[in-house]
């Protein structure tokens, strides 16, 4: 309900402006074509009002209704009825008379497609009818050059109002999209990339290394007893542990490089360009760091990481080995004692 009130509001706001300018315009069209005709003050009066009136009541309306988009919808198809009692009671001018079908029309369509259209063209039809009452259904096929020169601006103006209000849609959902993915990317906890995410971009950067024959590391971090801090002080503790661990990544590491929550308490790091000591430098640095967490709440809360470290290495045919050469200089590092950077045994052989 909420979300489709927001939503209904904002459809409200875009057509607001568009709404003003097309009434505005439509008003100069038929007061060029009915300056002719002998009507009563009363159809002048009405023009007036629909014309400069009726955009900041119907804004008005829609704002202030509990499903402000079912207003606006309503208030479209206002528009359409009005739309058909103007082209009953000018007599159907032909070039007023189509500018105005066609314009409201078009505003059905962009706004609520097949469905709208249709109920346009019958509020259209209601107007003719109620026109027809009260004056009669004339044809006067005469353009005068006062009516299309009222109508030009109709004609050039709204069209491209109309195309502005679309093109800032276009934009504003495109900008949802990309928020939307970039989303469907991160871990919501610690505002990394989530595990799928980040395995597809290691198996980028393997091909990238492999092709341009390039060096990088990644690093397979765990947080040392970490079930056990979770059965101890509980999750809210845990997270926040998850947390500060995303912190520390994200002060310790370059703006390319590309850190994961790979599993629960595990974390994944790619180091593009990254010699292998050098990364056993910075996770070492960044191991310390996050040993000094204190949570003000438990201050006994002592907390470590365990990291294993692998290079890229011509002689891996893909990612998953790359990965698993990680994935074992972190068991070794955690069966040697934890709270520690281990190189895999791979990488000491092969500078060996």
């Not at 103006?157 to 109309?162: C, D, G, N, V």
């Not at 024959?213 to 947080?223: F, K």
């Not at 891996?316 to 590092?333: G, S």
Request: glycine share 6%; proline share 4%; net charge positive.
């Amino acid at each position: 309900m909420e979300n489709r009130q927001g939503k209904g509001l904002s459809f409200a706001r875009r057509i607001y402006r568009p709404r003003i300018i097309g009434t505005a315009m439509c008003c100069i069209s038929v007061i060029a074509a009915l300056s002719p005709l002998a009507k009563p003050d009363w159809v002048w009066a009405l023009l007036l009002i629909n014309g400069f009136v009726w955009p900041h009541l119907a804004y008005q309306l829609a704002t202030r209704s509990k499903l402000p988009y079912d207003a606006e919808q309503r208030n479209l198809v206002w528009d359409a009825l009005f739309s058909g009692f103007w082209v009953a009671t000018l007599q159907f001018a032909p070039l007023t008379s189509v500018t105005l079908l066609s314009m409201v029309s078009m505003n059905n369509v962009a706004a609520g497609g097949k469905r709208l259209l249709l109920r346009g063209a019958l509020a259209q039809a209601f107007g003719v009818g109620v026109a027809g009452l009260l004056f009669g259904l004339d044809f006067n096929p005469a353009v005068s050059l006062t009516q299309v020169y009222a109508c030009l601006p109709m004609l050039t103006l709204y069209p491209m109002a109309i195309g502005l209000v679309c093109y800032q849609l276009a934009i504003k959902l495109s900008e949802h999209k990309r928020a939307l993915s970039a989303l469907s990317r991160i871990d919501s906890l610690t505002g990394l990339l989530n595990h799928g995410s980040w395995k597809d971009l290691l198996q980028l950067k393997f091909h990238k290394c492999q092709q341009q024959q390039g060096h990088a590391t990644i690093a397979l971090i765990d947080i040392d007893h970490f079930k056990r801090i979770n059965d101890t002080h509980g999750h809210i503790v845990g997270d926040a542990v998850l947390r500060q661990l995303s912190l520390e990544l994200r002060s310790s590491l370059r703006e390319n490089d590309l850190a994961g929550r790979y599993g629960g308490d595990e974390f994944c790091v790619i180091l593009p360009q990254m010699a292998l000591e050098q990364a056993a430098q910075v996770m070492e640095r960044m191991r310390e760091n996050f040993g000094n967490y204190r949570n003000p709440q438990i201050p006994e809360l002592r907390v470590s990481l365990s990291i294993g470290l692998a290079s890229f290495q011509p002689s891996f045919t893909d990612a998953a080995m790359w990965l698993n050469a990680a994935d074992r200089a972190l068991y070794a590092a955690k069966d040697t004692g934890r709270n520690r950077v281990n190189v895999s045994a791979e990488m000491v052989a092969h500078s060996a």
